[in-house]
């Protein structure tokens, strides 16, 4: 064992101070972040704690990252772990202002069944960023929703998702030290008030997330577990604004003249973008949840709060209002209600299913079971 010039030059044991590991218990259902100043760094006596001591002789920890991760705050407040005041050994060791513990392990532990169910879904909307950049879409975000204007909150986001296609290992702390300050700018905003604008927001809260929640970055993931409750608080929002009636039997689209068309096809990419957006807030958090391991899960409700959305790729990808209104009167198009998709999984093919619904459709039937649904359509998940 190294010892110090003191130990060596009596020639005795040089002993190393240890550290004491505390916990707190789970006070709450919602996942929530703990910080250590170094500032304060002894435990508050008002709550409860159990005290684990390690023994003297115990190895130094040296895996920071290792040791935090397998701390697991979804069941409850996080576990903070401290140095006795007296280990002189802080005083070589330079603190930062905040050591900040994520409330989540990564995802290496989640069981096979899960990850049947949601690993294709996590796999593509990791790629929502990029396809936000090169195609000016996502899955629940319409190609042409912003093609006269974008709001400047996802003018902001769209410009942090090009900055984040550039991250490497050298300039990783710099972009997501660019992107919290979006993030915080974003938040401090008053609420926006039209429906685009609210719209916007939402959609950039969701980008920013998919960033800092499964990079694989420790503290931009911490970070950005403190501020999920925003998303669902801004998906609510979207309720002044979606229209959930959706009666495609009794509507008629002209191919001459156009302009009736075109203005039902402006208003339908507007209110399915919103319809999905809604939609998807809720699904991203509670799967987020899943895959992160929270123990303490509970049925809010709020899947089914948006209960209804169409599900046609001949509709999504139309590029004009005559490709539209051809696809509305020739193609399927299916109404989904409290995500109940029989009717798409009894007469659906392949081709109907844009990436919205395939991302839903792998997490109802799971993979193995989706690419044997498609397959038997003549397609492929």
Request: proline share 6%; hydrophobic share 40%; aromatic share 8%.
């Amino acid at each position: 064992m190294p010892a110090c010039l003191r130990c060596s030059q009596r020639h005795i044991h040089c002993q190393y101070p240890s550290r004491v590991l505390r916990e707190q218990p789970a006070s709450s259902s919602e996942a929530s972040v703990a910080a250590v100043s170094p500032d304060c760094l002894t435990t508050d006596d008002s709550s409860p704690q159990i005290v684990e001591s390690l023994s003297s002789d115990a190895p130094i920890i040296e895996d920071f990252n290792a040791l935090i991760s397998g701390l697991d705050a979804c069941s409850g407040e996080p576990g903070v772990l401290e140095f006795p005041l007296e280990d002189n050994t802080l005083k070589f060791v330079e603190q930062p202002w905040t050591l900040t513990a994520p409330s989540t392990k990564d995802f290496s532990h989640v069981p096979e069944r899960i990850l049947n169910r949601l690993q294709w879904a996590v796999d593509e909307i990791k790629r929502a960023p990029e396809k936000m950049v090169l195609e000016n879409q996502t899955p629940w975000s319409h190609p042409l929703l912003y093609k006269d204007g974008m709001p400047r909150s996802l003018q902001d986001a769209h410009s942090s998702c090009a900055l984040y296609m550039a991250k490497n290992r050298v300039n990783s702390p710099i972009i997501f030290r660019s992107i919290e300050s979006r993030v915080n700018d974003l938040l401090a905003t008053p609420a926006p008030i039209t429906p685009s604008e609210c719209l916007a927001h939402t959609q950039a809260l969701i980008l920013y997330q998919i960033i800092r929640l499964y990079d694989g970055d420790i503290g931009a993931r911490a970070s950005a577990e403190l501020i999920i409750p925003a998303i669902e608080a801004s998906a609510i929002s979207l309720f002044s604004y979606a229209q959930f009636d959706i009666d495609a039997t009794v509507i008629t689209l002209p191919t001459y003249p156009v302009a009736p068309t075109k203005a039902f096809w402006q208003d339908w990419i507007l209110q399915e973008s919103l319809r999905r957006t809604l939609l998807f807030s809720f699904y991203f958090v509670q799967a987020y949840r899943i895959m992160a391991g929270c123990k303490i899960l509970q049925c809010d409700g709020r899947l089914g709060l948006c209960h209804a959305w169409t599900l046609s790729a001949h509709l999504w990808n139309a590029t004009t209002p005559l490709s539209f209104a051809e696809a509305w009167r020739d193609k399927n198009h299916y109404v989904v209600t409290n995500a109940i998709f029989s009717e798409v999984l009894a007469e659906a093919q392949a081709d109907d299913i844009d990436v919205f619904g395939k991302i839903m459709i792998s997490s109802l039937l799971g993979q193995d079971e989706a690419e044997g649904w498609f397959a038997s359509r003549g397609g492929k998940l």
